[in-house]
């Protein structure tokens, strides 16, 4: 049997690691066949190093034939191009959780996956636990938030951002919905969207963003709860590789006889 026909949709830090996993040989039942990028230069370097073809549209990239395509680049590219992903029977790996945000995008991408015999598998970025969350949220979840902590500079050009944050410790930046937070930071709070799926529903977590100066990386508290039953997390990581690694997980884990 060959190899699994992989394209990566995504061509910076994140799509980098992706390709260093895979030339280190963490992702030896795959082939990357292709890479997609918004800057052909970046491309070019990815295409390079993984020794694959560079496509310059969707539609390109596609005619490739994967079997996954891994998305590793922003909340457009998944609007963009999920339909036409799965459209064409090839499986997806969503890093950029924050597109299904939207409840109607998210029953539209779910029905074609369906209607195609393709899945959709959501990487777990820097967060972690949907096992367990899911288990509780069919037990009956009850209750479910979700705390995160960064720097003041990670909230820097978006609309949470005030001068105040860089010297005041542990101001709270943000509180609301998991949905209400994507719209203000649709690339820095993917997160709470796939824990959000995962418990009771992007418009029902109640999610909050403390500003400490000083702090590095970051660091997500969520706790869930259901009759008879409490999941109290914290997945702390000080770089975004750990994104990109759990994109790796994923098609490690769908390519092995042994899934966790």
Known sequence: MGKTRLAVIGCGMLGNVLVDAYNQGLLEDYEIVAVLGRTPEKAQALAEKANCAVAGDINE???FKPDYVAEMASVESVRDNAIPILRSGANFVVLSIGAFADKDFYEEVAATAKEHNAKVHIASGAVGGFDVLRTISLMGCSR???EGHKNPKALQNT???TEDL???EDAVAFEGTAKEAIAFLPT???VSIATALATVGPENLQFS??????FVGDDHHIVAEGPGVKADLDIYSSTAEIAAYSVVAVLQNVASPVMF
């Open 188 to 190: 820095k709070v993917n």
């Open 209 to 214: 963003i403390t500003s400490t100066p000083g």
């Open 159 to 161: 609309p949470l951002f």
């Open 166 to 168: 860089m010297t005041t």
């Open 61 to 63: 990239l596609l005619s």
């Open 144 to 146: 479910a938030y979700m």
